[in-house]
C-alpha cells in the first residue's frame, strides 16, 4: 500500500456519532438532617454511592434506569460551574487539571529513598513529593482526563477469572459490557481537516506513519480501518500492534464522561437518582452484623484537604441510610482511606490512628499499581501553524472556531498519532503506547500547563509502559481525621517488586521506538531532542533518566478483587470480604492495573457490578 494511501486512511478514519448536547443546569439537593442510626424510611434510597467517576457514575446510572432509587454522594461541586470551557473544550485538559475549581493536589512519593526523590525535576520540596492531580467534582477523573478511551487486552479479564474462578470475568462476556457503555458514551476522534490543513503537522504524520511501515510492514486494505481503531474487536483479539488513531470520549467534540451520563439520568428517571454535591463521605454505618447501613458525611464545599483552597471550618455532619447497600467509588486514593477510617484494614495501621477494627483486612491500601510514562520532547524548526495565535483561552480565534462550529485544533486532546508495540518479543501482549503530542510535556508539576499555553514549537512523544509489574505501592492513613489526605508511596522500580527491571527496561525500549518514530526529520522539521537529549543513547544513560523522571497518572488495585488469605480485599462480585452490603467499584478493585489506559476498564466494571448487584435485588 502506498504512504499517502496509508497517512489518508489514518487521518480520514471513520465517521462520528450523532451530535449530543449538554443536559439542562442541574439544581443542588437540599442536604439531609442528621437522623438516628436505626431509623429507615421509605424516603430513604436503596443504594448510596460514594464517588461519581467513571465507576460511581456508571453504576448509580445504572440502577437507576433499573427502577431503583439511588444517592450519589460526590465531594466535589459541578467541573461547569461557573465556567465550563476547561471541562468542555478536548484541548484544554490540561488546564483542567490545574483548575482550582476541579482539582485535588495530592504530593505523592515514588521512593522511599529520599536522594533518589530529589532526582526528579518535577519533586515540590514544600510538599516533599511528586505532584498527582486528581479531580474532586462531578465525574470524578472524567472531568479532567486526555479522555482516551482504549480497551484493555482480553487477557487482562482473563487473569481475574483466572484468579476467582468466575467465569463472568471472561474476556467475551466482558466485551459485552463494554459495548453497553458504548450505547451511551459517546467516542469520536479529532476533527481530522484542521490537522492535515497544517503543512508540518501533516507532514509529521506521513513520515511517522512512513516509519510505522517500516517498523511493522503495511497492513492490507481490508484491515486498515480495523487496524488504525484500538477498540475494534478483532485488534482486541489479537492483540495487534501499530499505528492508532486515539479516541476520545467526546460528542460533537465536546467532552462527555460520567458527568453526562448522571445528569442524563437524573433528567430523565423521575427523582430515582439524587445527586449530592459538597458531601465528603467520612465513614460507612455498620449494624452489629456487619453489614453496611449508611454513610456518614460532612456538608460543605472545599472540606478535603487535598483541595488547593481547603477550608478548616467545621462542618454539619450528615448521615445518609441505605435500604439496600453502599457503594464505594472514590478511587485508588480515597476508598481505602475510607475503608480505613470505617474500621476495616491492616489493624496495626488502625491502632496508630486510634481508630477500632472492624474487620482486618490487610490488603486495604495495598497492591498500589500505576504505568510508568516518561517523554522524549523536540524542538521543531518553526511554531504549529494550527496553534497560531492559540492562548488556550475563550478569547482567542481558535476557541471561537470551536464554539460556533466545533472544528478546529481544539477538538482534538493534541495528539497526533498513537503507536502500539511490544517492548520485547516474548511480551504476550503489546506493553508499549507511544503518542505523539503538539506540546511540551514533561509529566505533571504545578505550573505545567503554562509551558503547554506558551511553546508553540514542540513535538513530545509520551512513552506509556502498561501491564506493569510493579504491586509496591501504598496508601495509608496517617490520621482519623477524614480531611487529611493519606501517605501515598508507590515504590518505583527497584523499590518495588519488580526485581528483574523489567518495567525499567521496557521503558527503555519505548524511548528508542518513540526515536524510531522520527527517524528522518532532523533536520528539516525537527531542530533538536531537548529530552532525554540526543547525547543520551546508552542503555544506562536511559534508564536513570527513567528512574528519575517517569511518572503515572493510573493509580489503581488498593482494594483487590482476590481471596483474602492473598492481600484480597474483594469478592468477585465487588463485595468487601467480611461484610455485607458493602461493594467497591472503581479503579481500586483490580488485581492487576489493566490494559494500556484505565479509563475503559472502569466503565466497563461499573456496568459489571451494576449487573452483579440488579441481580443480587432481584433473588431478594
Not at 438 to 445: S, V
Not at 464 to 492: C, E, M, Q, W
Request: proline share 6%; with cysteine; hydrophobic share 35%.
Amino acid at each position: 500500500m502506498k504512504r499517502r494511501d496509508v497517512l489518508k486512511a489514518f487521518v480520514l478514519g471513520a465517521a462520528g456519532p450523532p451530535s449530543w448536547s449538554r443536559s439542562a443546569p442541574f439544581q443542588r439537593a437540599d442536604a439531609r438532617s442528621a437522623k438516628a442510626a436505626d431509623e429507615l424510611t421509605e424516603a430513604d434510597p436503596d443504594y448510596i454511592v460514594v464517588g461519581s467517576g467513571a465507576g460511581g457514575g456508571t453504576v448509580a446510572a445504572r440502577l437507576a434506569e433499573n427502577g431503583y432509587s439511588v444517592l450519589v454522594l460526590e465531594a466535589g461541586g459541578d467541573p461547569c460551574t461557573p465556567d465550563p470551557a476547561n471541562y468542555d473544550v478536548p484541548a484544554f485538559h490540561p488546564f483542567a487539571t490545574e483548575d482550582s475549581g476541579i482539582r485535588w493536589d495530592f504530593f505523592v512519593r515514588h521512593y522511599t529513598d529520599q536522594t533518589q526523590q530529589e532526582c526528579d525535576p518535577k519533586f515540590v520540596r514544600e510538599q516533599n513529593g511528586i505532584w498527582y492531580p486528581r479531580a474532586g467534582t462531578l465525574g470524578g477523573c472524567t472531568a479532567h482526563n486526555a479522555m482516551i478511551l482504549i480497551y484493555p487486552s482480553n487477557s487482562d479479564w482473563d487473569q481475574i477469572a483466572d484468579l476467582t474462578g468466575d467465569p463472568s470475568w471472561r474476556s467475551p462476556a466482558m466485551w459485552k459490557h463494554f459495548e453497553r457503555v458504548r450505547e451511551w458514551l459517546q467516542v469520536e476522534k479529532a476533527a481530522a481537516p484542521e490537522v492535515i490543513a497544517d503543512a508540518q503537522a501533516r507532514e509529521v504524520i506521513a513520515r511517522s506513519v512512513g516509519n510505522v511501515l517500516k517498523e511493522f510492514g503495511a497492513p492490507s486494505l481490508s484491515r486498515l480501518e480495523a487496524l488504525f481503531d484500538p477498540n475494534d474487536w478483532g485488534v482486541v483479539q489479537r492483540d495487534e500492534i501499530g499505528a492508532r488513531y486515539t479516541p476520545l470520549t467526546t460528542g460533537r467534540h465536546q467532552r462527555v464522561g460520567s458527568r453526562e451520563r448522571l445528569r442524563s439520568v437524573e433528567n430523565q428517571q423521575a427523582g430515582r437518582l439524587q445527586i449530592e454535591l459538597h458531601a465528603l463521605a467520612t465513614r460507612v454505618l455498620f449494624d452489629d452484623n456487619n453489614r453496611a447501613v449508611g454513610v456518614e458525611y460532612q456538608k460543605g464545599e472545599r472540606l478535603y484537604g487535598a483541595d488547593p483552597n481547603a477550608q478548616t471550618a467545621p462542618a454539619e455532619t450528615v448521615t445518609a441510610r441505605a435500604r439496600r447497600e453502599v457503594i464505594l467509588a472514590g478511587g485508588a486514593f480515597n476508598t481505602p482511606q475510607l475503608l480505613m477510617l470505617s474500621g476495616i484494614g491492616d489493624p496495626n495501621v488502625l491502632d496508630r490512628c486510634g481508630i477500632r477494627t472492624r474487620v482486618p483486612l490487610r490488603g486495604v491500601g495495598c497492591n498500589l499499581q500505576d504505568r510508568y510514562e516518561v517523554p522524549v520532547v523536540y524542538r521543531m524548526k518553526k511554531p504549529w501553524d494550527m496553534l497560531d495565535q492559540a492562548t488556550f483561552t475563550t478569547r482567542d480565534p481558535q476557541y471561537r472556531r470551536w464554539s460556533e462550529t466545533r472544528k478546529g485544533v481544539y477538538t482534538s486532546n493534541g495528539a497526533l498519532i498513537s503507536v502500539v508495540q511490544r517492548s520485547s518479543v516474548g511480551k504476550p501482549v503489546p506493553d508499549l503506547f507511544c503518542y505523539a503530542l503538539l506540546a511540551d510535556f514533561r509529566g505533571y508539576k504545578p505550573g505545567y500547563s503554562e509551558c503547554i499555553r506558551k511553546r508553540h514549537d514542540c513535538l513530545t512523544w509520551v512513552v506509556l509502559k502498561g501491564h506493569t509489574n510493579n504491586r509496591g505501592g501504598s496508601v495509608t492513613i496517617t490520621s482519623p481525621d477524614p480531611r487529611v489526605r493519606p501517605a501515598i508511596n508507590f515504590r518505583y522500580f527497584h523499590e518495588g517488586t519488580d526485581s528483574g527491571d523489567d518495567d525499567l527496561q521496557a521503558v527503555v525500549s519505548g524511548i528508542r521506538l518513540a526515536r524510531r518514530m522520527t527517524e528522518g526529520m532532523k533536520p528539516d522539521l525537527i531542530a533538536d531532542e531537548e529530552l532525554p537529549g540526543s547525547d543520551v543513547t546508552s542503555d544506562e544513560a536511559l534508564r536513570r533518566f527513567v528512574r528519575d523522571q517517569a511518572w503515572g497518572h493510573h493509580a489503581s488495585c488498593t482494594c483487590a478483587i482476590g481471596p483474602e488469605a492473598n492481600g484480597g480485599v474483594l469478592t468477585s462480585d465487588f463485595k468487601v470480604h467480611r461484610t455485607e452490603g458493602l461493594r467497591v467499584v472503581d479503579a481500586s478493585v483490580f488485581p492487576r492495573v489493566p490494559g494500556l489506559f484505565i479509563a475503559s476498564a472502569i466503565y466497563v466494571i461499573g456496568e459489571k457490578a451494576a449487573e452483579a448487584i440488579i441481580a443480587d435485588a432481584r433473588r431478594g
